[in-house]
């Protein structure tokens, strides 16, 4: 009977915290992330300098005019300059923008996927930002992804951390990474 209950407490519990995270992930799928902008290179109105650069990176989405709510960097100011010790310098931190629509924020990743635009002759990345356990979920699947596409497969991570696997005619998705990563373990074309 105690067993029963904390079998199903647990069971409830599993189904709360994929329901957190799933409400975690909604709202923020207006967000998009922005890797290796300089530190320093937005100005004091990050939100001003996108709503400039985007139709200068992006001609293609036209005149029409975005709507970002707010833009800014992740986390606590780093050191820009190389350590004396180390001789390390750090990496810039991610900025983060709020469309007002999750069109505009998918608009961007398409566009951005498309041909990615160069600051200073970095080039930027362009990710949607998600809750710690979905990205958690979606990194592990890099690496299979990246050993299907060495097999010949395109591949595409679909929401949460599906894995779909494309070759010829046919289609192939996973909703657990280790059923791919078997599947590719057993696939002997390469």
């Known amino acids: 009977m105690l067993q029963e209950r904390i079998t199903q407490t647990n069971k409830h519990q599993k189904s709360l915290e994929a329901k957190i995270t799933e409400m975690e992930d909604r709202s ?4 998009l992330l922005i890797f ?9 109105n990050a939100r001003a300098y996108m709503l400039e650069s985007f139709p200068k990176w ?12 707010r833009a800014h960097r992740l986390g606590p100011p ?3 300059t190389a350590s004396a010790d180390t001789g390390h310098s750090y990496r810039p931190r991610p900025l983060i923008l709020k469309c007002l629509r999750y069109t505009e ?5 398409k566009e951005a996927r498309k041909h990615a ?3 200073a002759g ?11 356990p979905t990205t958690a979920r979606r990194k592990s699947c890099y690496k299979i992804m990246h050993d299907a596409r060495t097999k010949g497969f395109d591949a595409f991570l679909l929401y949460p951390a599906t894995i779909k696997l494309q070759r010829s005619n046919e289609s192939y998705v996973f909703k657990e990474s280790t059923d791919a990563e078997e599947f590719l373990a057993a696939d002997n074309r390469d």
Request: proline share 9%; no cysteine; hydrophobic share 40%.
């Open 78 to 80: 780093r050191r820009s």
């Open 58 to 69: 992006f001609p293609a989405l036209g005149a029409a005019p975005l709507e970002i709510m």
């Open 122 to 132: 970095i080039q930027l990345k362009f990710a949607a930002d998600y809750s710690e």
């Open 28 to 31: 923020r799928r207006d967000n």
């Open 117 to 119: 635009p160069e600051v």
């Open 36 to 44: 290796n902008l300089k530190e320093g290179t937005e100005g004091p």
């Open 105 to 109: 924020r998918d608009l961007l990743l």
